[in-house]
């Protein structure tokens, strides 16, 4: 299954999992402006890295959108980085929105975390991140399992931390056109990442501009650790789990999802439906990506 679209109250979602691999090059040019297109009234100008200017870069991404009436409201583009024992581990990628963050880009994560696991057989997954703002950076910190950086001075990363990071700098880091080779030091602080081989600077704020987080501790640790001018980036690496779907229960009431209360009952349906659906001898119909749309949305 590579594409799905489902609709949730008034918006629509699409789902392309590595359309690079079998979409013709006239629909990936499609969906490629269609990104474009969002990035650049979010922006005012069309970002000059990865899948913005080179189609390749699709082959190892999950895209979703999220449109109203037709028009694309906000999009994610997490990236497929390579396995640690035997795990996958995905990059938590690009994202924009016309409007900023109004609810709509937490559930984009969440449709697209969810569409991992189910692709995982709702095992853990690793996760890296890589932001200069204090507001993602705390929101991945508590979003996520065993994240590190998260604000914690004493925190210190344990081998998985430094082993995934070491991968993201081989692989999602070669898609920017930056002036200089990117180098990580032990903060996890990728130095002059946002600063382009073309003499711009990707997403130019400074400690003034650039969005805070709720909690101080998130703010003090970016602007503590970030050189602001000198285009720095932090790295953040961390688990996805099933239970982190539910572990983060406000997108319940901010995106308008379900009742908490009627989480678990959705989960136990879908599990009985599915091994209903195995005693049966069609699986893939009844633990299928379609009827795990269908629990969640369940009122």
Known sequence: MHYVKFRFKRYTYEIFHRPG?????????????????????????????????DRQSFNNKLVTICSLNGEDRCFNAMAYIGRYKKRPVVHLGAVYSLEGNKGEMQLLYYWSCLYVLYHAR??????????HT??????????????????DAN???????????????ETYLQEFRMRVPPKVDERFII?????????????????ESVPKHRKPQYNRHCLDTIDYPGGDDIMQVGILKPTTLFKNVRL?????????????RNVVGYGRECAGGILKGYPQRACGWNNIIASFLRR
């Not at 691999?21 to 969906?31: D, F, G, H, I, Q």
């Not at 204090?134 to 604000?151: S, T």
């Not at 002059?192 to 711009?200: C, E, K, N, S, V």
């Not at 308008?256 to 989480?263: A, K, Q, T, W």
């Open 155 to 169: 925190a210190r990363p344990e081998p998985f931390h430094v082993a995934i990071r070491d991968m993201l700098m």
């Open 191 to 207: 130095k002059g990442f946002r600063l382009m081989a073309d003499g711009t600077t990707l997403y130019p704020d400074t400690t």
């Open 252 to 264: 319940f009431k901010k995106g308008g999802m379900l009742r908490l209360s009627n989480i678990a």
């Open 21 to 53: 691999e079998w979409m013709t090059p006239e629909a990936l040019e499609v969906l490629q402006h269609r990104l474009i297109a969002v990035a650049e009234a979010r922006l005012g100008s069309r970002p000059n890295f990865g899948f913005f200017v």
């Open 122 to 131: 709702f095992r853990r997954v690793y996760i890296t991140s890589l932001t």
């Open 134 to 151: 204090p507001k993602i950076f705390g929101a991945v910190a508590e979003a996520y399992e065993k994240v590190f950086p998260n604000g």
